[in-house]
């Protein structure tokens, strides 16, 4: 029985074609990009190539893009980089955030920065002209998510940023699990920091990307030697940045297919879980806009014991499925999904939930089979229960 992979809002396989180009930056140029001898020169050279490849699709300079270790050092590099030279004492963003950002900002707090969140409604949304309310003389930055990672809901980030630009604050969007499924460019999305990471299309792990407005207020959070233009020290990755560099392309490239394609996988296993559970099944942010690969759903069984969220992952991973419910584990306990609690729902409801993320490399077969096999899952649950 072969694996079915449907977590792909925590890491992606990678591409075949992402691997041929990363492998003589293993095996025969493996020089340090910093170095100005031959084999390093040759480095350098791949570094920038690559850098010019992800300027031109995201439609930026190639000065504005900053490599990092991924996603969670480029979020921690904007949030502490701006407020350091702001020195502004006040964060607006949303409660639904990654651990990314929601931790540095909660961290912040013994620092003296304050965080207020915009409102969440049922559906994961939330409204830009609520910003209007939220922010205050010591705002110095706005950070909103473009596609939360567990509901895959679309946040209005164009709106907010037309609203920071005429405030003169500063923002930063995590648009991790919006690469390869949305157009992302950033002069459209408007924000002044994005922030990139590898895994998540397709390429590898260890790498991502920070991409800056020249002009936006920020200091340098990682210190060390003077790569990346004195931005961002630590000899770089050139086998990852060859890496996300060929992986941007393809996922900007083959963007419209594959978002004509998830979104078709998507609509199949959501109707297959309707046809199966009727009432039973939820399927959350369903009158929201989603992304194509994000489908969330919780099985609320009325006043009586919940189904255990933890179980149905087991039970889907013996049958080789793989899955998420967007909860953490800590301390032995199973936690819910901040991002589902925010909505208001349940919490026992929010343990049941799952998170299925698609890729292109699924199939509509799987997604029958996913159905089929989850509903003799639950039926045996339901029984014992």
């Given at each position: 029985?072969?694996?079915?992979?449907l977590?792909?809002?925590?890491?992606?396989?990678?591409?075949?074609?992402?691997?041929?180009?990363?492998?003589?930056?293993f095996?025969d140029?493996?020089?340090?990009?910093?170095?100005?001898?031959?084999?390093?020169?040759?480095?350098?050279?791949?570094v920038?190539?690559?850098?010019?490849?992800?300027?031109?699709?995201?439609?930026v300079?190639?000065?504005?893009?900053?490599f990092?270790?991924?996603?969670?050092?480029?979020?921690?590099?904007?949030?502490?980089?701006?407020?350091?030279?702001t020195?502004?004492?006040?964060?607006?963003?949303?409660?639904?955030?990654?651990?990314?950002?929601?931790?540095?900002?909660?961290?912040?707090?013994?620092?003296?920065?304050s965080?207020?969140?915009f409102?969440?409604?049922?559906?994961?949304?939330?409204?830009?002209?609520?910003?209007?309310?939220l922010?205050?003389?010591?705002?110095?930055?706005v950070s909103v998510?473009?596609?939360?990672?567990?509901?895959?809901?679309v946040?209005?980030?164009?709106?907010?940023?037309?609203?920071?630009?005429?405030?003169g604050?500063?923002?930063?969007?995590?648009?991790?699990?919006?690469?390869?499924?949305?157009?992302?460019?950033?002069d459209?999305?408007g924000?002044?920091?994005i922030?990139?990471?590898?895994?998540?299309?397709?390429?590898?792990?260890?790498?991502?990307?920070?991409?800056?407005?020249?002009?936006?207020?920020?200091?340098?959070?990682m210190?060390g030697?003077?790569?990346?233009r004195?931005?961002?020290?630590?000899?770089l990755?050139?086998?990852?940045i060859?890496?996300?560099?060929?992986?941007?392309e393809?996922?900007?490239q083959?963007q419209?297919?594959?978002?004509?394609y998830?979104?078709?996988l998507?609509?199949?296993?959501?109707a297959?879980?309707k046809?199966?559970f009727?009432?039973?099944?939820?399927?959350?942010?369903?009158?929201?806009?989603?992304?194509p690969?994000?489908?969330?759903?919780?099985?609320?069984?009325?006043?009586g014991?919940?189904?255990d969220?933890?179980?149905?992952?087991l039970?889907?991973?013996?049958?080789?499925?793989?899955?998420?419910?967007?909860?953490?584990?800590?301390s032995?306990?199973?936690?819910?999904?901040?991002?589902l609690?925010?909505?208001?729902?349940?919490?026992?409801?929010?343990?049941?939930?799952?998170?299925?993320?698609?890729?292109?490399?699924?199939?509509?077969?799987e997604?029958?089979?996913?159905?089929?096999?989850?509903?003799?899952?639950?039926?045996?649950?339901?029984?014992?229960?």
């Amino acid at each position: 029985m072969s694996v079915i992979y449907l977590d792909n809002a925590a890491t992606t396989q990678m591409d075949e074609r992402v691997l041929e180009e990363m492998l003589p930056f293993f095996r025969d140029q493996y020089g340090n990009a910093s170095s100005i001898h031959t084999v390093g020169r040759e480095a350098n050279v791949a570094v920038e190539q690559a850098r010019e490849k992800i300027a031109h699709y995201i439609g930026v300079e190639p000065a504005q893009v900053i490599f990092t270790s991924g996603a969670t050092e480029s979020n921690n590099a904007v949030i502490k980089g701006v407020l350091r030279t702001t020195g502004k004492s006040h964060v607006v963003s949303t409660p639904v955030e990654h651990d990314a950002v929601r931790h540095p900002l909660q961290n912040l707090a013994e620092e003296g920065i304050s965080t207020s969140n915009f409102s969440i409604d049922s559906q994961g949304c939330i409204e830009a002209g609520e910003l209007e309310k939220l922010i205050n003389d010591q705002t110095g930055l706005v950070s909103v998510m473009y596609v939360n990672n567990e509901t895959g809901v679309v946040n209005p980030v164009p709106e907010i940023a037309r609203i920071c630009r005429d405030k003169g604050i500063p923002l930063h969007s995590d648009t991790v699990q919006a690469f390869g499924k949305l157009p992302v460019r950033f002069d459209d999305l408007g924000a002044d920091f994005i922030t990139l990471s590898g895994h998540k299309i397709h390429g590898p792990k260890g790498i991502g990307t920070l991409i800056l407005n020249p002009d936006a207020p920020w200091t340098p959070w990682m210190e060390g030697g003077s790569q990346e233009r004195n931005r961002r020290g630590g000899t770089l990755n050139v086998p990852g940045i060859v890496g996300l560099g060929k992986a941007l392309e393809l996922a900007s490239q083959e963007q419209e297919a594959r978002y004509s394609y998830l979104d078709l996988l998507k609509g199949r296993l959501a109707a297959g879980l309707k046809d199966a559970f009727g009432d039973l099944v939820q399927i959350n942010s369903e009158q929201a806009e989603t992304s194509p690969h994000i489908l969330n759903v919780s099985f609320p069984v009325g006043d009586g014991p919940q189904l255990d969220g933890e179980m149905l992952l087991l039970n889907l991973d013996t049958e080789d499925i793989c899955v998420s419910n967007g909860s953490a584990c800590t301390s032995g306990a199973i936690e819910p999904s901040h991002v589902l609690l925010a909505t208001g729902m349940d919490e026992e409801v929010a343990k049941s939930s799952l998170r299925f993320s698609l890729s292109h490399l699924n199939s509509t077969e799987e997604m029958d089979m996913v159905v089929e096999r989850l509903k003799a899952i639950i039926d045996r649950m339901m029984e014992v229960a």
